[in-house]
């Protein structure tokens, strides 16, 4: 039967009409991985309703008004109808979905329930086809970010637009049945459905009477059926009362001698409200395998009635169950999707086909789904509870002794059936043991998939543990590949078999399923090897966030001319890039490369990715790149893309030009024409041109960066050597996009020679993740976190996995500061000679004059003078200040003193650099000097700098006269500004505030002078300068300087009442009247006041940063807990960099920012603030050690939905927490799973 429902907004189901209503208006659509039809994104639901025998529908009255009744009520929300196992929801949700033309998803026809992008494309396609939305899918192909939740959302509003412009008032009702069916991703609702809802849209929801993690912001009411509610029963009986009197089961009935209404009276009482097992039980009676009279010796509920059954069963065929009968059923409920019954068999391992043939075919029909597939059926369990039930989740105490242990025999039977097909595909793949070598080729496609598909699901239910991580974990060497490009040592294995198949979802689910498995472990001695197993499973998710795959479109077109490609493998990479503008970019370039069928392919696949770019100047802009490329094909959709852009001027432009091409078949110059858009081109011609040049300028631009780049080779140079050169120039671009756009220009000038050496580098970098020196950083933070819990040896060798020398001398300079005196001079050789080997300069002097504190022993014994000998004059006399300050103070002055004149000695900046450096620390007996070098600096800004550095230098031993003297030496204003400042200061932190307080006076800038005061003790003068300034901002700034030099205790106290004065003679006044603050005012707090003035500030980026500023200076003042409360009232943004500045000072209110960080909504915010609180903590002992492990996992999750980069900067504030649960071995695991990480995805 066919029920169509009617308007524009209907779904068309039953029968052949669901194979029509979507019209794609193409012919030989076939797309790669993400791309898909709408007819192929729906799933058709029927034969589920051929099984659930929607015509026998009968009652539930009660319910539909609930959900009209919830309708009128609400504006918008989730009605969930909740229900225990067997109780009718599905075939409840089938008939209302039919009846009234509801969207809808079955989670039950999902080949994997996990799949949340599948759910989500069903559900899009059908809201896109209802709704008319052709503008969101060209051509009927959704888009590739179709399975993202953002995506639908947008699908949502459209229809909900749509809805409201021509159709208002009439509701838009989502049916989706069996959220307990699914499990929800982290931070997620089951399916990814959105929180939120547009007006005028509801979901109609049925899940167990089991937890489910939903959080909405929409209305949401919750409707329960009770097995022996009055409606239910009522339901129960007018459904038997109708399929009693049936023909096919009347007949039955007579000849047993019952009446009619005695068998529904027993059935009605006997089924305790349960649906299912009326099915059952009338097949049953249907086929005479049971009497109506025997209904009232059944068991009450589903376990029981399946443990009778089943038992029954066994007995009555001794001879087969143990070979055939068992095997099979357990495989078929092992099985995550229907299969054929010759798959069946062979997953059963089953020696009579032929028996199982006549149990799938007659006996066991009620129990199975079927679904046809051509001329072959596939078969599954009917109901999920089946399967439960073998697995041996059930409730046990509703169970005999003997029906448990049925159970418990059974279960052991499931989880054999899963190790059996799980064994069966690890082997035809070559076992895991030799690297599966088999599932690089055709063998990963057995079954069509299936073992791809499932083989983590059958490991997890196994509890093969250690064969599942060895699976996820297993590598491939990169060598003996047919990759277009190798941009890693080796490849992940299980990765790449999907990889190649654009099985990216299902790649993600086998993750998530073998994280899942891993948290299971609980804390205590298996904690360990799980939180190694989770931080390999978070960076792999990271990294395959983060993977670029940016291969720029005129690199693909340079690689594809010089043969280095084929076509395909170009198509094949641009389809590969996920960001979709330059997606559609590449697409579109290669288009005039392509022919016949593959070019319409491609065609559409732009066209889908134009649709992604975000509205307006650049969705135009690709959509004339696409329509030029195209040359007239496709016109009809690309009128609809235009159409449907929301800008004015993009879309009459778009509307135009493409006017244009369909006259001209290409965009030729318009006549002149009169527009409202002054400085925008009018001709779609020179629009389409400027865009063009637009996105090559930034890559000209970088060009200019690039030593030789357009100048061709040099005279005489290898080619090989040249291009290696440009490539080594190249990293001043950090992003692998860019950096390969630069290479990629720079290979048009290239001799041939050295072209191709550049393309493929260009290649291979625009294949990273480029998060190297992040990687460096992570490494360096562990070995140094090692060696500081006394594993110095574990240090040592995980500082070696550092790829980088200059990150690796720094992570062993690190590790010889935490070390023993009897390792850390080894370690400190063994930096310095990798130090030694650098070959850039500034490097090698950064590295030593950073750790000059390690360099004592190769001073002494001479090792250290050939590599400060090999340095640049300025970086040799940083080296040896930052010695002198490390140096025993017989040797203090010498070095000092060398490094003076060595400085002196060099020209340029560098010199005047350190020089400045070195005065600001020079010893008393070195001031003379100290002048000298000064005076000798050539350029006058460096000049003035050195010189102000030493005046406060002078201050700060109390030499007031010669500070004097030097600041009076500085023409520049501003460093006579900052000289005067620095001197001021350190006379009053010396106590000569009178001398501090003249100079305070004659500063321009009030914060400072407020800073003077109060370091003074002047506090009432500081006050009044605050109080003289009306910029609420620069007040705060007034305030927290007196709070920086403020007393202990926190608090300035006096008030000069009736003080002459604003800011230019307050600190006179106070210096006149010998004032130190004993005012009458009563006591007064800087950070408090400055609290009270954010009121005044009406900017948010300005209230933000003031607001900051103020909680810092609470928690650096000891009042930590005021300072988060004040966080608590910033924007989420600002609340997360303001936790994180804060985190350092929190002391025991580490607890009060917990739940704030907990509020963050941005995933990765959250979990970089929680990151950082790990420290304090586990410190402070707010968490106990399994409240730990649960906040590791935590942390980790939160940040695995970022990019990788996310995760790494995050880790070295886990490894507290990290010790804590797995001693030194923790973060040893971290740099192992790094590496990995590293390898697979550079």
Known sequence: ??????????????????????????????????????????????ALYRELRLEEFTGRAWLVRAVDDFLAANERGYLLIEAEAGMGKTAFMAWIARERGYVHHFVRLMPDADDVGLALRNLSAQLIRAWDLGAMAAGGVLP????????????????????????????????VDGLNETAALPFQNPLALPSELPSGVYVLATQRTTHIPLVLEAPRRVLRIRPRSPDNLADVRAYLERRVGAPDLAARVAASGATHAEVVDRLTAWSGGVWLVLRYVLAELRTGARTPRE?????????????????DWQRSHETTWPTVDLPLLVTLTAAQEPLALDLLCELSRCPEPGRAAELVGDAWRPFLQIVEDGTRERYAAFHDSLGEFTAGLVDASALSSAERFFVGRLSGAQREAHLRIAGRYLAAWGDLDQGLPSLRGDAASMDDGYGLRHLVHHLVQASQDAVLHGLMELEWPRGDTDEVASVSPAANAWYEAHRTRR?????????????SRAEQVPYGPGAPRAVALELRYALIEASVNSVAGNVPSALLLLLADHGMVTTAQALELARETPDARTRAEALSTLLPRLAGEVRARAAREAMAAVQLVPDGYWRAGELFRLAVAAGGDHLGDLRRVADAMRKPYERDISQRGLEVIARFGALVPAPPRETSHTFDPVDPAEFAEQYLQRTRHGVAT??????????????????????????????????????????????????????????????????????????????????????????????????ERIPDAAWLAS??????????????????????????????????????????????????????????????????????????GHADPEDRMRLHAEALEAAVACSGDGGARVVADLVAAAPPGLLPAARRAVAAVADTEQRAGAAAALAARLGGLGLADEAGEVTGTIHDPYWAMRAAFGVAAALAGGGQAERALRIAARLPAGHWRAEVLALAGRRDAAFAVADATPDPRERIAVLLRIATAARPHGYRHGDEQGAPGGAGDGAGDGARDGDHGSGDAGRRDAVTEARAVLAEITDPADLAQATLAVALAQATGGRAAEAVALVRTLPDVDRAIALTRLTPHLGDAVADALPVARELRDPVSRGRVLAGLTGPLVASGTLDAQDVQEHVRTVLRLLATGTRADLLEAMPALMPALVELAGPQGPADLAAAVTAAYRWWP
């Open 1 to 46: 039967m066919t029920v169509h429902a009617e308007g524009d907004g209907s779904i068309a189901l039953g029968g052949d009409a669901i194979d029509s209503i979507f019209v794609t208006g193409g012919v030989n659509q076939f797309f790669v991985g993400r791309y898909e039809r709408l007819a192929e994104a729906y799933l058709s639901p029927r």
């Open 144 to 175: 590739a970010n179709a399975s993202r939740p953002d995506f639908f959302a947008d699908v949502l509003y459209e229809a909900a637009d749509r809805r409201d412009a021509t159709r208002p008032g009439e509701p838009i009702v989502l049916v």
């Open 295 to 311: 209904v009232s010796s059944l068991p009450v509920g589903l376990w029981q009635y399946y443990a009778r059954f089943w038992r």
């Open 503 to 515: 099985e990216f979802a299902g790649y993600a689910l086998d993750v998530q399923r073998a994280w």
């Open 702 to 799: 970088l060009l200019l960066g690039l030593p030789g780049a357009g100048t061709g080779a040099e005279a005489g140079a290898d080619p090989g050597e040249g291009a290696g050169r440009r490539v080594a120039a190249s990293r001043f671009v950090r992003a692998p996009r860019w950096r390969a756009e630069l290479l990629t220009e720079a290979a048009r000038t290239a001799p041939d020679g050295s072209l191709e050496d550049l393309l493929r580098a260009a290649l291979d970098i625009s294949l990273q993740v480029g998060d190297r020196d992040i990687l460096n950083a992570t490494l360096r933070s562990v070995a140094v976190h090692l060696a500081e819990t006394g594993a110095a040896d574990t240090a040592v060798a995980c500082a």
């Open 811 to 884: 992570a062993l300079f690190g590790v010889a500061g935490r070390s023993d005196e009897s390792t850390a001079p080894g370690v400190a050789g063994r930096a310095l000679a990798v130090t030694a080997g650098i070959d850039d300069a500034v490097t090698r002097g950064r590295l030593l004059r950073d750790n000059a504190a390690h360099l004592a022993p190769m001073a002494a014994d001479g090792s250290l003078a050939p590599v400060l000998a090999a340095l640049p004059g300025d970086w040799h006399a940083a080296v040896l200040g930052a010695l002198a």
